[in-house]
């Protein structure tokens, strides 16, 4: 299912995350010389040392000297190992490797019966995935995922029935809902001031190594004649070298909910929350009257809810919120019954003419490009968002359209790669707009909830659709389903629009837009950011809660990019 998108956030700090400045103590000579003239004789003049208190040496910014060649180690290694886990040279592969002679499967058995599972296996662990991600500190959920991926190959090329390809649906959905804890992971190894580049860092790490592995399946399959089975083997050999990476990770020694540093305690600096809403002062050394749990109840979810339903009411966050789950939800429905799809268009047992994985390199390949490009689109969203999400979406309706109408599997995947990439496109503006108002806390949360309602919303429509236990319908009709499903969402879109300008222009004249609305294009905000940084103004912002980068923002959401000095789909 969807990938969790994760959020996060940064800046200059004592305490990684926090704001705070330090004033250099100065001693002026005038001040602290002491006089001696009374223990001497009067006809001779004594001179009279002058002692000066030597000046505090600045501190040194965290993450220089060795601290940053540290970083910059752990981050290599962490880049390394994104990269190795994308090395799956067979997953293009998997719906023709079911189908044909090595797993023998009908169509009907992967379409009703195999995957409506993943749908249904990753509703069920997503929730739990991402409060073990934090409660554990990340790295024994990366050990879980890799061992989920070689559950996953090991049932690939060993089972043969339909229940062993469900259990491969449900490991390879934990394999999903572990994906946050690589997007999250890296943001506790640095300084904050760092995140932003760190996100591009990690995001370039998973985009090369999909490309990579797509790329060298497709020319395996189609140069070297490789079978798919033996492509599957070769997955789990890459497979089994990440698992191995992850056991030298270093683990983390603080995440972003349950693993925090306590003021009282350690002297740490508070949360964001903590400063947006202080507390009453607590005595230093008082014994907690509440269990941990009690208190992590008190001080993050209620405040954080209360927080939430204050940022709902600025309208651009409600609808890229909508986006997010709607759009989201159709999206993924494509993406997981599209190899059936061509399957069907263009059914052949020459394994050589199966062009899965050139597709899969090209969609991911336009898809970080149109990410990238969305970064520098110069447009006043607060005013032209529901027209642009509306056209966009059209435009994936009609791509949907001619994907389940057309009998060339070249414009079936020509369709794909371009509804992949207008998917893209809109992620990291989506994800920009929805961070910029929240604190990084809150913004977790917020793309958390998104999500998970995307999930909901998609583990529905597979059960009525797709399920055998529902109407069980062959994948064609389902395009034709989802079709109408963004027919529909495109025409609330600009039915909204349309309503607004009525509005605007009953009564004459702009109302003032909330603060969310009136955000730049994500390139200015950026630049903003950066001046801001060099006037040193930023030690006063509030925190994508991430200023995600929206070249970095369409996979995985980092802190709190509004603190970033250096400014997500």
Known sequence: MCAWHSCLSEICAVAPGFQNTRDTITFSPSKTVWGLGSMAPSSRAVEKPVLTKPQLEPE???????????????VFSLCFYGFMAQMRPGESFITPYLLGPDKNFTQKQVTNEITPMLSYSYLAV????????????YKPVLLLQGLSYISVWLLLLFGHSVLHMQFMEFFYSLTMAARIAYSSYIFSLVHPSRYQRMASYSRAAVLLGVFTSSVLGQLLVTLGRVSFTML?????AFLTFSLVLTV???RPKRSLFFNRSVPACSGASPSELDQMHPGPVQPTGRKLSRTLLAAWWDCILVRMFRELGDSLQLPQLRLWSLWWIFNSAG?????????????VVEPTTDTTKVYNGGVDAASTL????????AGFMKIRWALWAKLVIGGITAVQAGLVFLMHSTNSIKLCYVAFVLFRGLYQFLVPIATFQIAS???????????GANTFLATVLKTIITLIVSDKRGLGLPVRSQFLVYFVYFVVLSFAYFLGAVLESLWHFQ??????????????SPSEEKAIQVLSLQDGALCNLQPEATTLAPEDSAWATGPGLREQPEAKA
């Not at 336009?366 to 990238?372: N, Q, V």
């Not at 009564?507 to 730049?520: S, T």
Request: charged share 10%.
């Open 126 to 137: 997503l929730v739990p995935v991402f409060l073990l991600t934090d409660y554990l500190r």
């Open 507 to 520: 009564w004459g004249h702009h109302q003032p837009l909330p603060l969310a609305q009136e955000l730049k």
């Open 60 to 74: 040194r910014e965290p993450g220089l000297g060795p601290e940053l060649q540290s970083s910059q180690c752990l």
């Open 232 to 236: 599957n083997y070769m997955s789990l």
């Open 331 to 343: 999206y993924y429905l494509i993406v997981y019954y599209v190899h059936i799809l061509w399957n």
């Open 437 to 447: 108002s929240l604190s990084k806390e809150l913004c977790a949360l917020v793309f």
């Open 366 to 373: 336009l898809g970080a490009i149109t990410s990238f490009a």
């Open 248 to 250: 030298f990770l270093k």
